[in-house]
């Protein structure tokens, strides 16, 4: 930053690609720095008073896309997507985004644009993967439920456990 700073430039969007790369014979610190590592970014933001307006987190081999080719023990990279989601929530203001490689198949000029595309435009909180040649966009789709039968869910004298129960529903019930 201080670097950056001396020129007088002043950084709006991190593309975050520390999560790029191999899954397998990794130690422990290593795959912590995944996660601390775009935490310990903003931090450096925030401290020398640069106003972010986005953020876009790279990775590979994290989804799975219609088969296994994804590599295996990548669970520590999707820690940052929890944390991307939290973010968004925290700071409104802030767009968040994160973009899943497959790194074999970043080896021609149109698949660099479309990832420059979306890095530059995507929507907040979206979660995108380049596979098998195309895009795929994490969407979540309304269910309806239809009619319960009986009177409902909980039972007159039933027993139940209520996990998390130290917000304003489990102090309710």
Not at 101 to 128: H, K, P, Q, W
């Amino acid at each position: 930053y201080d670097s950056l700073l001396s020129l007088g430039i002043r950084p709006g969007r991190i593309v975050h690609c520390s999560a790029i790369g191999s899954n397998s014979n990794q130690s422990r610190d290593l795959k912590q720095f995944y996660f601390y590592s775009i935490l310990e970014t903003l931090r450096l933001s925030e401290g020398h008073g640069i106003d972010l307006r986005e953020v876009r987190v790279l990775s590979s081999g994290l989804h799975g896309v219609l088969d296994s080719r994804s590599e295996q023990d990548s669970s520590y990279k999707s820690l940052v997507l929890g944390f991307l989601k939290v973010l968004g929530q925290e700071y409104p203001t802030l767009t968040t985004g994160h973009i899943n490689i497959d790194v074999s198949e970043c080896n021609d000029s149109d698949a660099i644009s479309r990832l420059y595309t979306d890095v530059v435009s995507m929507a907040t909180g979206s979660v995108v993967t380049y596979e098998h040649s195309k895009r795929w966009l994490q969407v979540y789709e309304r269910l309806s439920i239809g009619e319960s039968e009986g009177s409902g869910v909980l039972k007159e004298g039933g027993v139940y456990l209520i996990t998390g129960g130290l917000g304003e529903l489990g102090y309710r019930v």
